[in-house]
């Protein structure tokens, strides 16, 4: 019989041999571990059984996200254009929206292409849509349901945050890189949506990581060869965004394309999917595709038209709502017209 403390300040009891005396220390072992659970894991947890990914970093890190921004626009590698267009001088770097704040909690969801169908002549054109267009809001508004089904009985708050995302995602670990600069999540590769929010919860983590890159990236030269516009290049990390089909199909529906993208270039009604369809990163994952809207050859001809919103059917209008692309109907036009001269003659990816 051996005499062992069994908790700090405790007094000697007697108990049975060496196996019991392992065994106990191993229960408190466990116990200890269940009492200490860190409070950041128990309000990830519900997104967590939604097939969400999270993680909680300090507000202290707005300003070197701010910090890096502004630095790759002193040093002229993001496009002047570009960087006003895009509004990188604008997020809430200050967490106006919420001064209270004391952490930022970055969250991953699954989100998949679509397929959306428009009928042109008896024909149906079925085109992609990219992750994060279609339901984005929607969606968003879901996951801070679910964190606040955590944070509201622990009296705290949160503030959907304007602040860049991408980055944010890799410095906390919860994204990599690909060499195409768009972030990846492991277990959804490429195809997710990605959403900030500030909160009053202080974080008991707070990790922090240098920017990397998926690994399989060291090697892999697809995303350079698929690129339609040749944004991506191997003289720098950092994409020419200036050219990357994404941002010139993005452009007001007045704006045109420049000469020098090919109608062979287009694939999707708004985005592009030549690098993330093609890369190994998104194997397993590149054929998880849901169907989107469908409209007839009247709804067609009239958004092709640039009918103004008011201005179409009810049911034209519910069904763009329905899929939260009613903000895109000043694209379709232009993008869909360029789509449909590049079926005339080829097969669309």
Known sequence: MKCVPLMRGSTFIRIGNDRE??????????????????????????????????????????????????????????????????????????????????????VAYPDPPYNVTFNWYDKDISVRVPPTYLLGQSNDKRIKTFLLQSLKPLGYRVAKANIPLKLLAVRSGLARYGKNNIGYIRGMGSFCRLVAFFSDYVCERDEWFEPRKLERCENCTICFQKCPTNAITEKRFLIHAERCLTYLNEQPGHVQFPNWVSHAAHNCLVGCLRCQMKCPENRKIKNWIKQGPKFSFKETGLLLARTPIEHLPVSTVDKLKNFGIDYLIDLIPRNLQTLIKRIDNHKLD
Not at 23 to 43: C, R, W
Not at 44 to 65: A, D, F, M, Y
Not at 68 to 95: A, M, P, T
Request: charged letters at 25%.
């Open 21 to 106: 005396i392992r065994n106990i220390h191993l229960f408190f072992m466990v116990i200890s571990m269940i009492i200490h659970a860190p409070l950041d894991t128990e309000i990830l947890s519900p997104l967590e059984k939604k097939g969400c990914q999270g993680r909680i970093v300090s507000i202290r890190h707005l300003k070197e996200l701010r910090h890096e921004i502004n630095g790759l626009h002193r040093q002229k590698l993001l496009n002047e254009n570009l960087y006003r267009e895009r509004e990188f001088s604008s997020f809430d770097y200050e967490h106006t929206v919420f001064p209270e704040a004391t952490s930022i909690i970055i």
